[in-house]
């Protein structure tokens, strides 16, 4: 199958400045992908070279096998874009506003019609058809901004921050929309900012720092990379080091006091455990995979004779896996600059 993206080594330069080096990346047709990083990391850039706003320095982009340079038309008629500024023509009414983007396409003007009718009914503001953008409250606009992206009816639509500053209601709106579109077939790219975004829609992401990617994979494999922390609650009193009580890793965290917790040898020596600790009175167990590895902690904790009264397990989130992966680019990038 066509991929619906494809790079290879997608280079572009600014000067000095490398926004995107080398990036390889295939997009599937019919996923939902993401495309997480810090500002900066390149993310709109490499969405301006697929819709033919930024011109590549070198190597290759394909949408749906059509070379974003050299079969533009092919490549852009494939895209709804979505952007991240309000680049709207403010002097017409929404609806023509979209028909005159239809038949910039080459659609005809009565399919134009129906399908502007259909977009703004979509994105839930049909009633403002004849209103200006400007005259939009800044939900509506960026409602608006996803009808434009529909109205061409693309098979891969993209998404450049969808929701940055948009109220919890609209966020649920926008999400609706575009999860319902992929379930019809359309590949989806998103940037965003909001990790909970990525993990609630995205099929897999590419972490992009840099102009690079650090990895790619569904939001569940990332998250399972990191640390997990299983909280118990024992009956017995545990007492903590005076010494260690300003904390290791956070307010309320404190190391155990040595030979105040039973067992605790043989919890820090079990497979994938990396520390025990005491946080606001309950153990907290560091571990990779923490769901899988509980059996056993609480196996430990019973034969050495504690009663448990509770237990959490507290996954990683994809955010600090994110933030994770970022900071240890800086500082490898430090350390050879240093
Ligand atoms: N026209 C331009 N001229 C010079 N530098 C640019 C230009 N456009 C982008 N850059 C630089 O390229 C890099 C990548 O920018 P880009 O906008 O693609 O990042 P981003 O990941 O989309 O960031 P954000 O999340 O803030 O939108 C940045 O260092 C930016 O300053």
């Not at 509770?310 to 680019?329: A, G």
Request: negative net charge; proline residues 3%.
């Amino acid at each position: 199958m066509v991929p619906a993206i494809e790079t290879q080594n997608l280079l572009k330069e600014y000067g000095d400045l490398r926004a995107l080096d080398e990036l390889s990346l295939r997009v599937e047709e019919g996923e939902f992908f993401g495309l997480l990083g810090p500002n900066g990391a390149g993310k709109t850039t490499f969405i301006n070279i697929l819709v033919g706003l930024a011109r590549k320095t070198g190597g290759d982009a394909y949408v749906f096998g059509h070379d974003v340079v050299e079969e533009y038309q092919q490549a852009r008629n494939a895209i709804g874009l979505a952007p991240q500024e309000f680049n709207v023509d403010r002097f017409f009414p929404i609806r023509e506003v979209l028909m005159h983007k239809a038949g910039y396409h080459g659609i005809s003007e009565d399919v134009a019609a129906r399908r502007a009718e259909e977009a703004l009914e979509r994105v839930g503001i049909s009633h403002k058809a004849d209103e200006r953008f400007d005259w939009l409250s800044g939900g509506m606009k960026r409602r608006f901004l996803l009808a434009r992206a529909l109205v061409t009816d693309p098979d891969l639509l993209i998404l450049d921050e969808p929701t940055a500053g948009v109220d919890v209601q609209l966020r649920h709106d926008i999400w609706a929309v575009i999860q319902e579109l992929n379930e019809e077939g359309t590949t989806v790219l998103l940037t965003t900012h909001y990790i909970e975004e990525a993990e609630r829609l995205c099929d897999r992401v590419a972490i992009v720092n840099e102009g690079s990617i650090l990895d790619v994979a569904t939001p569940g494999d990332l998250m399972d990379r990191g640390t997990d922390t299983i909280y118990v609650t024992v009956g017995t009193a545990v007492a903590a080091t005076p010494a260690a009580s300003a904390g290791v890793a956070g307010a309320g965290t404190t190391t155990i006091e040595s030979g105040h917790l039973a067992g605790e040898d043989r919890l820090v020596a079990l497979d994938g455990v990396e520390d025990v600790t005491l946080e606001d009175g309950r153990l907290a167990i560091r571990a990779d995979d923490g769901g899988a590895r509980t059996p056993a902690v609480l196996n430990v904790l019973e034969e050495v004779g504690h009663e448990i009264t509770d237990i959490e397990i507290s996954r990683t989130s994809l955010e600090e896996v994110f933030v994770e992966m970022t900071n240890e680019k800086r500082s490898d990038r430090e350390g050879i600059e240093a």
